[in-house]
């Protein structure tokens, strides 16, 4: 039992039927009177002490006929989801594996037995094999069946898809092996749902028709259908016997659903990323902090300013801190790229800005305070909570995220969206909401807006897609635009245009830009300031120029030189050994220095603070490293 | 086409692969397509997304059927092979994909998966697997112990070394490495592609490697193809079409990609931005945008 | 389109064809004929000739094919055939029904669908307890039989409460008022069952929904969080919903014979339950056809409804 990992209600659940079942089966053994001895003097008498669930009008047991009556509905539902199972499964995976003719010829069986008046069907097989039960369970099995097949078929269909079973087959492994190896271990689990869920449709489905008096009826023993038909005639004598009898059905049918739905939630091994972003609450803090005053940028305070930026996701043993102590600034009109690879934290920095973060994770300290256009308020993004951030997202700050064919309603028109979304912005009228989407569409580059405009989301192209996301960001006139990773889903070519366009845009509208990326190049041609992440700290800050000129931190350094742009051809590629560390086991010194070939001891005898570094003659001010032998490392 | 010093391992002429089926009409997903490849040797097929050379790629392990041409490994026509002498091949041509998430079973131990490719192709006793996943193993440049975890134990870059020690397993002459590096870091990166060159140095394996990435192909490819729309554009040696490249559109895929030197993507900006100013649709040689679906 | 209409014709009339020729096969092979069953009504013994005659009065004596062929040639002609205890046409008796069924049956869907789509999407949106509750009652709804469920309502609602009749049925245009009143026990009782289901569909898709990435970007563009449940999530989560509708249907049939027989209700359902027991195949017949005819109509209904939601189907 504890190896199927059952939740506790789903243990309940098999506890309860095993005990029924036992209680059914051993019937002859173990129920305290026969079901049919009749004791007129007790007839619908109550619970007592040795009549524990009563009697019926003939003063026969209650309990006692529930037993007996368990048996018959067992039988029933077993004879139901041999067929059940059977036909589904076989012809399910036939079906999904095979495909082609084979494929189809069974789908249109299926759908005929689905289309198949059941009732109808088993009222008439009843009459054929009279009081025969396994024959109407058996057609009750077929006729369900296809319910069973199309999740068969579509387990199968998407396992053979897997790409490891694409793997096997190219190991040479023949069709049946894989079947063993890879598929039925994938369809246990889907099949023990679906049959739960058909018993108990099957134990509902019988003892209907042994209510309605068409199978078991009263004469030839005891059945759960049958007795509340016993009890639906008594029922202004007494209302008792009611309980009972439709209770135990209750039950057994509630208990074989958890059962199916408690097989369904069991989680799956592959950790698979969650995307459920979900706004949350940022944590509040215990004490409010002083908020300290925004660095000045080129003389002005800044548009975005962000200081100690901490945050913590869920994780199984409790929250983890994803990204610390993060400090950077955005000036109004610049363009400043997060750069760092995977799990380093950087989308989690950019969604905090908007509150969505995937669900559960919060900002547990520090401030990203933002100035509006007018400069006149400033608020601070990590203490906002959920119907304050409605008043930022997309009217100060809007977001363009990396897959483009995702990011919009696959089920309204682009005009219609584009509509909404301006609307929401700034009251006006549909027409002047039209012009304005055409408008919208022709800033991003669209050739034909109002064709686009009629168009649904898929019959956009990758770039095109992009540009309507672009578009949709910009309805509201943000003063910040957030860009996570806009071009990595798309082609060289058109990734060049949309940077290209961002960059444009970037111009024209006097906007900033928080450019989040992995890709140097992405970096090199659109940004102006660079913020290197690694292990959810900031390693190093400076003018895009600087950083790849003159690279301080050895983890940028190393990335540098490891990029296949700049590597020299002919010799191996420059490496960077080990691996990135996992947030839980974040130590307070460099997170880079087991990988470091310049690595001290001095690196984690404590926290490395961020610090400017000097900079060159002609380098621009405002270079901060997070390394304690950043200026050694220099004169070398 | 350069001086042929032995027959190719594996050769395509006039290859055209088309998905469309009775009355349904699908442009070809690869058209009038020929390549060699000689033993030893990196191919690197390089193209956008509809390129048509994930599908060369999928000819040559057999999972795509030709509607035109042919397809010869070490001089025999394999165009048409089915069920058992495709099982048989599988000796010689494996492939590493793209996702070292969905390559690997999650459910199953990586020795279970290690050892499909013996247990297809060989009999061996239960001890002589052992030794062979652990040689296979160290040939990666990962621990024995590896082998009885799970997937989900392992990043990236790690999953992407037991998928090439997968493809190891029977010694094959011919690897498919379907953008083996493109799902993973930069760091990591480079180690993968390391290790695909030491191993072809050592085992004299010959890669048809697949990547939309024109720089890494420098690194790693001998000569390269450059496809669009299902056919191939230009090929030659590396250096070659990367330094001078015949081809309009091989120019533009080289210069649409950015260095990372801001300096030096500004001047490459100057010289193909010409047509890039802010109209709309800008008019350019480069492939346009089209609506997809037509 | 032409095609898909084409195709869609073929289909159904392929399923009618099986439908009655099983209905056909089945009822003839059964024990028992129509002939005993009039006969026995009538007077408790008869003759083996009285029911040789009485059988090739009604037919019966005739091949399996013929008799099927004679009903496919009057269903050419708009007629279904006539009872065999009655003499009554089947169409009439399947008219005079029809009402009573549909009102049960297309009742209980509306209701069904509207509170359950409802319930499905609050309990996606809040999720926590309220999710947890949509559950529970989910779960009861569909454990519960109908027919004690109906048993209970009678006794506490028509009987001790009278609230409501406890049974039988008014013919609207007679009286609104009492059609509403004799529909609602038996309407609430076969909803249970549906609401559940549907509830849980709702909930299921609104939840794979909201996790889709496009949820989230519309939240990013500023969008209330009603407009983003209520128009764009409840949008796309109605496409599986409503694929589900279909299958309900067809269940709901089932179930319907049930309450019919519960409540009195003078329903097709009801009607098919007496014919069955005494081998009248051409009502027997009648009633299936009518069945099936409900079936592929709520399909194609469905799947133009399919059609109309999913932008990507529309267009291939």
Same mark, same amino acid.
């Given at each position: 039992?504890?190896?199927?990992?059952?939740?506790?209600?789903?243990?309940v659940a098999?506890?309860f039927l095993?005990?029924v079942?036992?209680?059914?089966?051993?019937?002859?053994?173990?129920?305290?009177?026969?079901?049919?001895?009749?004791?007129?003097?007790?007839?619908?008498?109550?619970?007592?002490?040795?009549?524990?669930l009563?009697?019926?009008?003939?003063?026969?047991?209650?309990?006692?006929?529930l037993?007996?009556g368990g048996?018959?509905t067992?039988?029933?539902?077993?004879?139901?989801?041999?067929?059940?199972?059977?036909?589904?499964?076989?012809?399910?995976?036939?079906?999904?594996?095979?495909?082609?003719?084979?494929?189809?010829?069974?789908?249109?069986?299926?759908?005929?037995?689905?289309?198949?008046?059941?009732?109808?069907?088993?009222?008439?097989?009843?009459?054929?094999?009279?009081?025969?039960?396994?024959?109407?369970?058996?057609?009750?099995?077929?006729?369900?069946?296809?319910?069973?097949?199309?999740?068969?078929?579509?387990? %199968?269909?998407?396992?053979?898809?897997?790409?490891?079973?694409?793997?096997?087959?190219?190991?040479?492994?023949?069709?049946?092996?894989?079947?063993?190896?890879?598929?039925?271990?994938?369809?246990?689990?889907?099949?023990?749902?679906?049959?739960?869920?058909?018993a108990a449709t099957a134990v509902l489905v019988q003892s209907s028709?042994?209510f309605?008096?068409?199978?078991?009826?009263? %004469?030839?023993?005891?059945?759960w259908g049958?007795m509340v038909?016993?009890a639906?005639?008594?029922?202004?004598?007494?209302?008792w016997l009611a309980v009972p009898t439709g209770g135990i059905l209750v039950l057994t049918v509630l208990a074989l659903g958890l059962l199916?739905?408690?097989?369904?939630?069991?989680?799956?091994?592959?950790?698979?990323?969650?995307?459920?972003?979900?706004?949350?609450?940022?944590?509040?803090?215990?004490?409010?902090?002083?908020?300290?005053?925004?660095?000045?940028?080129?003389?002005?305070?800044?548009?975005?300013?962000?200081?100690?930026?901490?945050?913590?996701?869920?994780?199984?043993?409790?929250?983890?801190?994803?990204?610390?102590?993060?400090?950077?600034?955005?000036?109004?009109?610049?363009?400043?790229?997060?750069?760092?690879?995977?799990?380093?934290?950087?989308?989690?920095?950019?969604?905090?800005?908007?509150?969505?973060?995937?669900?559960?994770?919060?900002?547990?300290?520090?401030?990203?305070?933002?100035?509006?256009?007018?400069?006149?308020?400033?608020?601070?993004?990590?203490?906002?909570?959920?119907?304050?951030?409605?008043?930022?997202?997309?009217?100060?700050?809007?977001?363009?995220?990396?897959?483009?064919?995702?990011?919009?309603?696959?089920?309204?028109?682009?005009?219609?969206?584009?509509?909404?979304?301006?609307?929401?912005?700034?009251?006006?009228?549909?027409?002047?909401?039209?012009?304005?989407?055409?408008?919208?569409?022709?800033?991003?580059?669209?050739?034909?807006?109002?064709?686009?405009?009629?168009?649904?989301?898929?019959?956009?192209?990758?770039?095109?897609?992009?540009?309507?996301?672009?578009?949709?960001?910009?309805?509201?006139?943000?003063?910040?635009?957030?860009?996570?990773?806009?071009?990595?889903?798309?082609?060289?070519?058109?990734?060049?245009?949309?940077?290209?366009?961002?960059?444009?845009?970037?111009?024209?509208?006097?906007?900033?830009?928080?450019?989040?990326?992995?890709?140097?190049?992405?970096?090199?041609?659109?940004?102006?300031?660079?913020?290197?992440?690694?292990?959810?700290?900031?390693?190093?800050?400076?003018?895009?120029?600087?950083?790849?000129?003159?690279?301080?931190?050895?983890?940028?350094?190393?990335?540098?030189?490891?990029?296949?742009?700049?590597?020299?051809?002919?010799?191996?590629?420059?490496?960077?050994?080990?691996?990135?560390?996992?947030?839980?086991?974040?130590?307070?010194?460099?997170?880079?220095?087991?990988?470091?070939?310049?690595?001290?001891?001095?690196?984690?005898?404590?926290?490395?603070?961020?610090?400017?570094?000097?900079?060159?003659?002609?380098?621009?001010?405002?270079?901060?490293?997070?390394?304690?032998?950043?200026?050694?490392?220099?004169?070398? | 086409?350069?001086?042929?010093?032995?027959?190719?391992?594996?050769?395509?002429?006039?290859?055209?692969?088309?998905?469309?089926?009775?009355?349904?009409?699908?442009?070809?997903?690869?058209?009038?397509?020929?390549?060699?490849?000689?033993?030893?040797?990196?191919?690197?097929?390089?193209?956008?997304?509809?390129?048509?050379?994930?599908?060369?790629?999928?000819?040559?392990?057999?999972?795509?059927?030709?509607?035109?041409?042919?397809? %010869?490994?070490?001089?025999?026509?394999?165009?048409?092979?089915?069920?058992?002498?495709?099982?048989?091949?599988?000796?010689?041509?494996?492939?590493?994909?793209?996702?070292?998430?969905?390559?690997?079973?999650?459910?199953?131990?990586?020795?279970?998966?290690?050892?499909?490719?013996?247990?297809?192709?060989?009999?061996?006793?239960?001890?002589?697997?052992?030794?062979?996943?652990?040689?296979?193993?160290?040939?990666?440049?990962?621990?024995?112990?590896?082998?009885?975890?799970?997937?989900?134990?392992?990043?990236?870059?790690?999953?992407?070394?037991?998928?090439?020690?997968?493809?190891?397993?029977?010694?094959?002459?011919?690897?498919?490495?379907?953008?083996?590096?493109?799902?993973?870091?930069?760091?990591?990166?480079?180690?993968?592609?390391?290790?695909?060159?030491?191993?072809?140095?050592?085992?004299?394996?010959?890669?048809?490697?697949?990547?939309?990435?024109?720089?890494?192909?420098?690194?790693?490819?001998?000569?390269?193809?450059?496809?669009?729309?299902?056919?191939?554009?230009?090929?030659?040696?590396?250096?070659?079409?990367?330094?001078?490249?015949?081809?309009?559109?091989?120019?533009?895929?080289?210069?649409?990609?950015?260095?990372?030197?801001?300096?030096?993507?500004?001047?490459?900006?100057?010289?193909?931005?010409?047509?890039?100013?802010?109209?709309?649709?800008?008019?350019?040689?480069?492939?346009?945008?089209?609506?997809?679906?037509? | 389109?032409?095609?898909?209409?084409?195709?869609?014709?073929?289909?159904?009339?392929?399923?009618?064809?099986?439908?009655?020729?099983?209905?056909?096969?089945?009822?003839?092979?059964?024990?028992?004929?129509?002939?005993?069953?009039?006969?026995?009504?009538?007077?408790?013994?008869?003759?083996?000739?009285?029911?040789?005659?009485?059988?090739?009065?009604?037919?019966?004596?005739?091949?399996?094919?013929?008799?099927?062929?004679?009903?496919?040639?009057?269903?050419?002609?708009?007629?279904?055939?006539?009872?065999?205890?009655?003499?009554?046409?089947?169409?009439?008796?399947?008219?005079?029904?029809?009402?009573?069924?549909?009102?049960?049956?297309?009742?209980?869907?509306?209701?069904?669908?509207?509170?359950?789509?409802?319930?499905?999407?609050?309990?996606?949106?809040?999720?926590?307890?309220?999710?947890?509750?949509?559950?529970v009652v989910s779960l009861l709804g569909f454990a519960v039989p109908s027919f004690w469920l109906a048993l209970v309502l009678?006794?506490?609602?028509?009987?001790?409460?009278?609230?409501?009749?406890?049974?039988?049925?008014?013919?609207?245009?007679?009286?609104?008022?009492?059609?509403?009143?004799?529909?609602?026990?038996?309407?609430?009782t076969?909803?249970a069952g549906?609401?559940a289901?549907?509830?849980?569909?709702?909930?299921?898709?609104?939840?794979?929904?909201?996790?889709?990435?496009?949820?989230?970007?519309?939240?990013?563009?500023?969008?209330?969080?009603?407009?983003?449940?209520?128009?764009?999530?409840?949008?796309?989560?109605?496409?599986?919903?409503?694929?589900?509708?279909?299958?309900?249907?067809?269940?709901?049939?089932?179930?319907?014979?049930?309450?019919?027989?519960?409540?009195?209700?003078?329903?097709?359902?009801?009607?098919?339950?007496?014919?069955?027991?005494?081998?009248?195949?051409?009502?027997?017949?009648?009633?299936?056809?009518?069945? %099936?005819?409900?079936?592929?109509?709520?399909?194609?209904?469905?799947?133009?409804?399919?059609?109309?939601?999913?932008?990507?189907?529309?267009?291939?």
């Open positions: 039992m504890k190896r199927l990992g059952l939740s506790p209600t789903g243990l098999a506890g095993l005990v079942l036992l209680a059914s089966l051993g019937a002859p053994l173990l129920a305290p009177y026969d079901p049919e001895q009749q004791d007129l003097t007790a007839a619908l008498a109550g619970p007592s002490a040795e009549h524990w009563g009697t019926d009008r003939l003063g026969r047991d209650v309990l006692s006929r037993m007996y048996h018959v067992f039988i029933a539902v077993a004879e139901a989801v041999a067929v059940y199972v059977v036909l589904g499964a076989g012809l399910g995976i036939l079906a999904g594996y095979l495909g082609g003719w084979v494929d189809r010829l069974i789908n249109g069986i299926s759908d005929l037995l689905l289309a198949l008046p059941g009732i109808i069907i088993l009222l008439m097989v009843l009459a054929v094999f009279p009081n025969n039960g396994a024959a109407t369970m058996a057609a009750l099995g077929a006729m369900t069946s296809p319910v069973l097949l199309r999740v068969t078929r579509g387990v %199968t269909l998407a396992v053979r898809e897997e790409l490891y079973v694409r793997a096997a087959r190219l190991s040479g492994l023949t069709a049946g092996r894989i079947m063993v190896r890879h598929i039925l271990p994938r369809l246990a689990g889907p099949i023990t749902v679906q049959v739960f869920l058909f028709l042994s309605l008096g068409l199978a078991t009826p009263e %004469t030839v023993g005891p059945s049958n038909a016993h639906a005639a008594v029922t202004s004598q007494d209302l199916g739905d408690a097989a369904r939630a069991r989680p799956a091994r592959r950790a698979a990323p969650t995307r459920a972003y979900r706004p949350v609450v940022p944590a509040v803090t215990s004490s409010p902090p002083a908020v300290p005053g925004p660095a000045t940028v080129n003389g002005a305070a800044p548009l975005l300013s962000v200081r100690g930026l901490t945050i913590a996701v869920p994780g199984p043993d409790g929250p983890v801190t994803v990204v610390r102590d993060v400090d950077f600034d955005v000036a109004a009109g610049e363009c400043v790229g997060l750069i760092g690879e995977s799990g380093s934290g950087k989308t989690m920095i950019a969604r905090s800005l908007l509150g969505l973060l995937p669900a559960g994770g919060a900002v547990t300290a520090g401030h990203a305070l933002f100035r509006d256009r007018s400069g006149s308020t400033t608020v601070d993004l990590a203490r906002l909570g959920e119907r304050e951030f409605a008043a930022i997202r997309g009217r100060r700050i809007g977001l363009v995220s990396q897959e483009p064919s995702s990011s919009l309603d696959p089920s309204f028109r682009v005009g219609s969206q584009l509509a909404e979304v301006i609307r929401r912005h700034e009251p006006m009228s549909r027409r002047q909401a039209r012009a304005r989407v055409l408008e919208l569409l022709a800033t991003v580059r669209l050739a034909d807006p109002e064709r686009v405009a009629r168009q649904y989301p898929h019959e956009l192209s990758g770039g095109m897609a992009q540009r309507v996301s672009i578009a949709l960001a910009l309805a509201g006139n943000p003063a910040l635009l957030v860009a996570d990773e806009p071009t990595t889903a798309l082609d060289v070519t058109v990734q060049a245009e949309i940077l290209d366009l961002l960059r444009d845009l970037q111009a024209r509208l006097g906007m900033a830009v928080l450019l989040v990326t992995h890709d140097w190049g992405v970096l090199a041609d659109l940004g102006e300031r660079a913020v290197v992440v690694y292990a959810g700290q900031v390693v190093e800050q400076a003018s895009v120029d600087d950083i790849y000129r003159d690279p301080r931190h050895p983890y940028t350094r190393r990335l540098l030189e490891a990029n296949p742009h700049r590597a020299p051809v002919g010799q191996g590629l420059p490496t960077i050994g080990g691996v990135v560390p996992s947030p839980t086991v974040w130590w307070p010194g460099c997170r880079f220095e087991p990988r470091c070939p310049d690595a001290t001891p001095r690196c984690v005898a404590g926290p490395v603070p961020l610090e400017p570094v000097g900079g060159e003659v002609g380098g621009s001010a405002n270079r901060l490293v997070r390394c304690v032998r950043a200026e050694e490392l220099v004169r070398r | 086409m350069i001086p042929e010093r032995s027959t190719p391992l594996l050769s395509l002429r006039n290859v055209t692969v088309n998905y469309g089926r009775g009355r349904r009409r699908l442009p070809d997903a690869v058209q009038d397509v020929s390549l060699d490849l000689t033993a030893g040797e990196t191919l690197a097929l390089v193209g956008e997304s509809g390129s048509g050379k994930s599908t060369v790629g999928n000819v040559v392990l057999g999972l795509v059927p030709v509607r035109a041409g042919t397809v %010869t490994f070490a001089g025999e026509d394999i165009t048409h092979a089915t069920g058992r002498r495709r099982r048989e091949l599988t000796r010689h041509i494996q492939p590493i994909f793209q996702d070292p998430y969905g390559s690997l079973n999650p459910v199953r131990t990586i020795r279970q998966t290690l050892v499909e490719p013996l247990l297809a192709h060989e009999r061996l006793t239960a001890a002589e697997q052992r030794e062979r996943v652990a040689l296979a193993l160290s040939r990666v440049g990962l621990e024995p112990d590896a082998a009885d975890r799970y997937p989900a134990q392992f990043s990236g870059g790690q999953r992407q070394r037991i998928a090439i020690a997968r493809a190891l397993m029977v010694s094959p002459r011919l690897i498919v490495c379907d953008e083996p590096t493109s799902a993973l870091d930069l760091s990591v990166q480079a180690q993968v592609l390391n290790l695909l060159r030491q191993l072809q140095r050592e085992l004299r394996v010959s890669y048809l490697f697949i990547t939309h990435d024109l720089a890494i192909v420098r690194h790693v490819a001998d000569r390269v193809a450059v496809l669009r729309r299902g056919r191939i554009v230009e090929t030659g040696p590396t250096e070659q079409v990367y330094e001078n490249p015949r081809e309009a559109y091989t120019w533009a895929l080289i210069a649409a990609a950015p260095v990372p030197d801001p300096e030096q993507q500004r001047r490459r900006r100057l010289l193909t931005g010409a047509a890039q100013s802010g109209s709309p649709g800008p008019a350019r040689p480069a492939p346009a945008e089209s609506t997809s679906g037509r | 389109m032409v095609r898909a209409t084409v195709r869609w014709l073929a289909s159904s009339a392929a399923l009618l064809v099986v439908v009655t020729a099983l209905t056909f096969v089945l009822t003839s092979i059964a024990p028992g004929d129509a002939a005993t069953a009039i006969l026995s009504s009538q007077s408790g013994s008869y003759t083996p000739e009285q029911v040789e005659r009485m059988r090739h009065l009604l037919g019966e004596d005739q091949p399996l094919w013929a008799r099927y062929g004679a009903w496919l040639a009057d269903l050419a002609r708009g007629s279904l055939g006539t009872d065999l205890f009655s003499g009554q046409p089947v169409t009439e008796i399947i008219a005079a029904r029809l009402l009573p069924s549909m009102s049960l049956v297309v009742g209980t869907v509306l209701v069904a669908t509207l509170v359950g789509t409802w319930l499905g999407a609050v309990s996606a949106r809040r999720g926590g307890f309220v999710g947890r509750l949509v559950d009678i006794e506490l609602f028509a009987v001790r409460w009278r609230l409501f009749p406890p049974g039988g049925y008014v013919d609207p245009r007679d009286d609104l008022g009492g059609w509403l009143a004799t529909m609602t026990l038996p309407v609430v076969l909803s549906a609401i289901f549907i509830a849980k569909q709702t909930r299921d898709a609104m939840s794979d929904v909201l996790a889709q990435e496009y949820i989230t970007m519309l939240r990013a563009r500023g969008l209330s969080e009603r407009s983003i449940v209520y128009k764009h999530a409840l949008r796309n989560a109605a496409i599986p919903v409503v694929t589900m509708l279909g299958l309900t249907l067809v269940s709901l049939l089932s179930g319907a014979v049930v309450i019919e027989g519960i409540f009195f209700i003078p329903g097709l359902g009801e009607r098919a339950v007496v014919a069955t027991g005494d081998h009248n195949l051409p009502v027997i017949t009648g009633i299936a056809f009518c069945f %099936t005819l409900v079936v592929v109509t709520t399909n194609l209904i469905v799947d133009l409804a399919y059609r109309a939601l999913n932008p990507r189907v529309r267009h291939s």
